[in-house]
């Protein structure tokens, strides 16, 4: 049973917030007037979900057994019981939520004005993609300009330099993070049901809805590359012979390393930004920063959302260094041509872009504040 309407469930001091269609959002406390965020995970927000739409039909308690088929077996029962029992307490210590029962009656409490919500909707996909786009610019033009003043990036002319690097950085966040932030937003959002396939385990599905934006956007970067530079530019570069723009593709193959790049860079970070919103870690974010005093407070949350895309760095560089692998191969092997340290300096930039972007996804979550719904368990 999901509610008509966005809203929240009110139960003694508690809210329980949810969005259009059902959707998870979050759980608060009311305190003098106030209401105190709880950070609660996936798994136990949908049971506590559970108990307050049966609860709001009935007024009799009742066993653990009627939840097995919604909740896996009695002993999965207890243990979301207990993850929340620590969570709804009063200030005396007293366990709210007993014997799978809450005591007070369950109201709910519908969200009125269908314009705001398509508003809050917008917002919740234009503010990620944006911080995505900032920090993937500011994070990939530091990691390309100075390897392209030692000519080692695989996009630039080698008679360029350090300004070619700085503006091919600027268009190329830009083009990476329009396609890869704004989808996998509106996938952790939960504003699209993608894929349509079933599969348990919602890091893979965030993988697989990163590669295919981040394939995406790779068409896209090469598309820009092959056909919007001149083709002296790109002989210099070493994408082309013969003025040719079709020979990116038939003789140097470089035209076949940004599809390459973009699908070990989407990828990479939906899994990332899958793993830290599935994490406890940024439950304590949220609750950390969840009341803004003011601008002052910002740049601590950007730090927090900046530290928890560092620690999933080994995920990207990994993927970026298959990727690198993976292109070398395909170039030296069926074309005959020789770049590794150019392909292998191009694979740094765009994995530097993307720690920017799974921090920056993060961060325009977090600025949202609307939860975040990921299809799927653990």
């Given amino acids: 049973m999901s509610p008509p309407n966005p809203g929240y469930y009110q139960f003694g001091p508690f809210r329980l917030h949810v969005f259009e269609g059902g959707k998870v959002g979050r759980l608060t406390r009311l305190d003098n007037g106030e209401e105190e965020h709880i950070p609660v995970t996936q798994r136990p927000f949908e049971f506590l ?24 077996k009695e002993n999965n029962v207890r243990q979301l019981k207990y993850e929340l029992s620590k969570r709804l307490r009063y200030k005396n210590g007293d366990d709210y939520l007993k014997d799978y029962y809450i005591p007070d009656a369950v109201e709910f409490v519908p969200r009125t004005g269908e314009s705001a919500g398509t508003l809050a909707k917008a917002a919740g996909v234009i503010i990620p993609s944006v911080c995505a786009v900032v920090i993937t610019l500011v994070l990939e033009v530091a990691a390309r300009v100075p390897l392209a003043a030692m000519r080692l990036t695989l996009t630039q002319a080698m008679d360029a330099g350090a300004v070619s690097g700085l503006l091919q950085g600027i268009i190329g966040s830009i083009l990476w993070a329009v396609p890869i932030g704004g989808t996998i937003s509106i996938w952790l959002l939960g504003f699209a049901d993608w894929p349509r396939w079933n599969l348990a385990n919602p890091r ?3 993988t697989l809805i990163g590669g295919a934006s981040g394939l995406l956007g790779g068409a896209i970067v090469t598309l820009s590359l092959v056909f919007g530079q001149e083709p002296e530019t790109l002989a210099k570069a070493g994408w082309i012979q013969d003025q040719t723009r079709l020979t990116a593709f038939t003789v140097t193959g470089l035209g076949y390393s940004e599809l390459v790049n973009g699908l070990a860079l989407g990828g990479a970070v939906g899994f990332c930004a899958a793993r830290v919103l599935l994490s406890s870690h940024w439950g304590i974010i949220v609750a950390t920063h969840s009341k803004i005093a003011g601008v002052a407070e910002l740049p601590r949350a950007l730090r927090s959302s900046l530290i928890q895309a560092l620690k999933q760095s080994h995920v990207l560089l990994l993927m970026m260094a298959i990727a690198a692998s993976l292109v070398d191969g395909v170039v030296s092997v069926f074309f005959a041509r020789r770049a590794h340290l150019r392909i292998i300096g191009e694979a740094l930039c765009i994995g530097a872009g993307g720690l920017g972007m799974v921090s920056g996804l993060l961060f325009g979550l977090f600025l949202v504040r609307t939860g975040v719904r990921i299809h799927g368990r653990d």
């Fill in 49 to 72: 979900l559970a108990l307050v739409q049966l609860r709001q039909k009935t007024d009799k308690k009742w066993s653990s057994k009627e939840f097995d088929r919604g909740f896996g």
């Fill in 204 to 206: 893979r599905r965030a």
